[in-house]
Each structure stands twice: as structure tokens, then as C-alpha cells.
């Protein structure tokens, strides 16, 4: 029995190895770091081979094999990235990023995706308006533009007033797992985000045909860094010209957002 | 996605998880002896200064620990802290355990009986004999099952390096999870914090009838 015991943990420790071994990677060369959430679908996530990858992250491939740099992606956590652009761990925050109400807080690139911030509610709780939400408990991701909205005079403030309860959360999946567990009655966030969302979760969801706000991305450098901020841009307007900017828009599902001209 | 796929990818960050593991007990055991003889040290300036250092890093979040230690070079100096990310978390973690690791030597160390010290020195042992030769081997005895206490807990702690978006296991748990809207990952990641702490309570385990001699 006791000899039993000893082999089987032998052989759990050498498969446990085996698998962590061989999954062992390697790092590549910096020079166009771009900061991004990973858990941020379709803009910015991780895809079924373990690569980085989005609508967002593809643009940034493409800019960079323009320009010859080689990109490094780097995911960050949401709630660090003033300080991860600031302290220079990253070039650029590139992901979903809303300019609206962080308009003198970064070096922004020209808008290229019109957003809205919309709400997403349980199809069968009977909410079906903004002002059905009053006294509700609504989710929210923390450092958000959603939450920005929610929280300013000139934004939304009135209506996340009416709410029961603001709750931020960390991540997507913890917020629908709230939801559907029934401990908030509806989500705050960005329209291409609750589709993707909602296209993984099934006909159980509904977003409220009435819209927070309407806002735009860009994508925002550090204070100052124009110089950054104008190659990247030229890149932009090229892959634009020959079409490679709509064709991304297009895999992504995004065409009747994108703004970019 | 298959589960074979995701299987490989947590396995991936397993990778990270335990380097970050393996680093940290490297640097913070010894360490820990260090902060532990200052803490003990008959100057009192020394042993306040000492006393402090562990205060603080056993009474605030080790999550927020990492942040200060990552960002702190840019905020106090203005350094860009480009590569800074994975030794910003190996020191983090190595202070932070040193600390308790310091703790747990000096209930070791006081454990031991005045008269043994004064058995030595009648038998005319110096004081670092002493201490390597007799009272050393006998804290490492007293100290084991706290410190396997420790070495289990540091297991699962790594997944704080999550905070400084780390790619460790439970990070691109968290990834996978958003990308396919489930929480698959979650349980699979735990299966192997699990089974990777079922292995250390076995060595320890191993440790502790190696060591126990007298009974």
C-alpha cells in the first residue's frame, strides 16, 4: 500500500513536470511595446494557440510590419495602466481605449472605433429601459469608461444616482457570473465587448436598445510622446488606404463601428 | 477551444508559478535568517530596525507590496522600469516571505533550552559552534512543519503575481476564462495548485522522518 502511494505520487510529480516543461517559453526582442487587457475580447485576448491577438492587437502587427519594428504585446493589469505608460514599461495603451472624459490624460491618436457604453441586463428580468434600473444593482468594471460615464456630471451621473448599488468588478466573466447568479441585476460596459460577450453566452442576455452615451477609441501614449503618436498615426491612415484596416474591422465584426477615415 | 490546448497553456504558466516558486524560497530562506538574527540581536536599535521591517511586511498585502516594489523606481527616481516586471515580483515575494520566515526561525531558536548553551560552554564550544553545531540542527526539527505551513501557502500566493499582470497560471487562467466565457480554467488551476501541494506536503513529509532520529 505504502509502496503503491510512493509510485503514484512518482508518477504525478514526472507527469506534472513533463507538461510544465514542455510548455516553457522563450521572450522576444522590445521595441514597440503595446499595453493592453487580456481579457478584453474581441479587442485584446488571448487566442486558442496561447497567442495574443484582437482587433486592436492586429492593427498594432500590422502598423508595426509598416514601420519594421518588431511589436511586443503586453498585457497589463487594467487598473495599473497609468502606471505602466507613465513608469515606460509600455509605448502605448492600445485596447478599446475610450478618449472621452480622459481627453488631456494621454497623447491621443485620432478616434478609430465608435463606441458606446450600453448596459446589458438578464432576458427575462423585466428590465427593458434605463429607467427600469432604478434601485437595481449594476456592475461595472473598475477604471472603466462605463464607470466614468456613470460617475460624471456632465455624463450619466443622474441615472447611476438612481441605482441601488454601483458594483465594480475586476473582469468580464466574474460580472456575468454575478449576473447570472442573480447578485447584480445588470452590467455597465462598452457595445463591442457585451456582443462578443453575449455571441459566447448564448440568447440569455439582452443589451437595452436605449445607449449610455456615444464615445469614440483611440489609441492613448503618454503625455508628450506626439512623436510616437504621429508614426503610429501615418501607419494608420496607410493600412486604411489599402484596405487592410477594414478587412480587420470586418473579421472582428466591428465595420459598422469603426470611424476611421 | 480543446481542453488538451488549454491543459498545455496552464501548464505554461504552471512554469512561471514556479519559477517565481522556486526563486522565492531560494533568496528568502536565507534571508530570513538574516532578519532573524537582526530581530534577535542584542542591539536594540538593530533588533527595532529589524522588528519594523517584518511589522510592515507581515501587516500589509503582499498584492500591494508588489505594486510598490514594481513601481517604486519610476516614482522615486523616474527610471523607466522596462524589464523590470519579473525581478520586481522575485523581490517582492522574497522580502515578504523573509519576513515570515524570520518568525518562524526565532520560535526555533528560543525553543532550545538556556542549558544547552550553558552545556556548551562548559565543554568550551564557541559561540558559532554552538549555534551551527547544536542548537541549528535542533530549530530546523521545531521549525519544519511551519515552514512546510509556509512553502504551502507561497504555492498559492503566486498567483499574485497577477496583479502585476504576470503570465503565471492563474493569470492566463483568468485570460482563458474571458476568452471563452467560462470557468473551466478556474477548476483546472486549482487541480493543479492542488496536486503540486499534495507533492510538497509529501517532501516535507519526507524531510520530517529523515530528521527525526530520536524517536
Request: proline share 3%.
Amino acid at each position: 500500500m505504502k509502496l503503491f502511494k510512493k509510485l503514484a505520487l512518482g508518477a504525478l510529480a514526472v507527469g506534472m513536470m513533463a507538461t510544465v516543461f514542455t510548455g516553457c517559453g522563450k521572450k522576444d526582442s522590445k521595441t514597440f511595446t503595446v499595453g493592453f487587457d487580456a481579457e478584453y475580447p474581441p479587442y485584446g485576448y488571448m487566442d486558442e494557440n496561447g497567442d495574443y491577438t484582437g482587433f486592436d492587437l492586429e492593427l498594432a502587427e500590422e502598423v508595426c510590419k509598416l514601420k519594421g519594428w518588431t511589436l511586443v504585446k503586453q498585457p497589463i493589469a487594467w487598473d495599473n495602466k497609468d502606471n505602466e505608460l507613465n513608469s515606460g514599461s509600455i509605448d502605448c495603451i492600445w485596447n478599446g481605449f475610450t478618449i472621452n472624459g480622459r481627453e488631456d490624460d494621454y497623447e491621443w491618436s485620432v478616434p478609430y472605433v465608435d463606441n458606446s457604453q450600453v448596459i446589458v441586463v438578464k432576458a427575462d428580468s423585466g428590465i427593458t429601459s434605463l429607467s427600469d434600473l432604478a434601485g437595481k444593482t449594476v456592475g461595472v468594471q473598475a477604471a472603466s469608461a462605463a464607470l466614468d460615464v456613470l460617475t460624471d456630471e456632465e455624463g450619466q451621473k443622474a441615472l447611476g444616482d438612481s441605482f441601488g448599488k454601483l458594483q465594480e468588478f475586476g473582469d468580464y466573466n466574474t460580472a456575468f457570473a454575478e449576473l447570472m447568479a442573480g447578485s447584480v441585476d445588470a452590467i455597465a460596459m462598452d457595445i463591442g465587448v457585451a456582443m462578443y460577450q453575449i455571441e459566447g453566452r448564448g440568447d440569455e442576455f439582452v443589451i437595452l436598445a436605449e445607449h449610455l452615451n456615444a464615445e469614440q477609441y483611440g489609441i492613448g501614449f503618454k503625455k508628450g510622446n506626439t512623436e510616437l503618436k504621429d508614426e503610429v498615426e501615418s501607419a494608420l491612415r496607410e493600412l486604411k488606404k489599402n484596405g487592410k484596416f477594414d478587412e480587420l474591422a470586418e473579421k472582428y465584426g466591428l465595420s459598422d463601428m469603426v470611424c476611421f477615415e | 477551444m480543446s481542453f488538451s490546448v488549454m491543459l498545455e497553456q496552464l501548464a505554461q504558466g504552471m512554469c512561471k508559478s514556479m519559477l517565481i516558486f522556486g526563486l522565492t524560497l531560494l533568496f528568502s530562506m536565507p534571508l530570513g535568517l538574516l532578519v532573524c538574527f537582526g530581530r534577535m540581536s542584542k542591539n536594540r536599535l538593530v533588533s527595532g530596525i529589524f522588528g519594523f521591517f517584518i511589522s510592515v511586511l507581515r501587516g500589509t498585502p503582499l498584492m500591494l507590496q508588489l505594486m510598490v516594489v514594481y513601481f517604486f523606481p519610476y516614482y522615486l527616481f523616474g527610471i523607466s522600469i522596462g524589464n523590470w516586471r519579473f525581478p520586481a515580483i522575485i523581490v517582492g515575494f522574497s522580502i515578504n516571505y523573509a519576513a515570515y520566515f524570520a518568525e518562524i526561525y526565532r520560535s526555533g531558536i528560543e525553543a532550545i533550552p538556556k542549558g544547552q548553551y550553558e552545556a556548551a560552554q562548559i565543554l568550551d564550544y564557541s559561540k558559532s559552534q554552538t549555534f551551527f553545531k547544536i542548537v541549528f540542527p535542533q530549530v530546523i526539527k521545531i521549525i519544519l512543519p511551519a515552514v512546510t505551513n509556509e512553502i504551502i501557502t507561497l504555492v498559492k500566493d503566486t498567483s499574485l503575481a497577477f496583479s502585476l499582470a504576470y503570465m503565471e497560471m492563474f493569470t492566463i487562467a483568468k485570460q482563458i476564462a474571458a476568452r471563452d466565457t467560462t470557468f473551466v480554467p478556474y477548476i483546472v488551476a486549482a487541480l493543479f495548485y492542488y496536486i503540486f501541494n499534495l507533492l510538497v506536503a509529501f517532501v516535507m513529509r519526507q524531510f520530517e522522518k529523515k530528521l527525526s532520529y530520536y524517536n
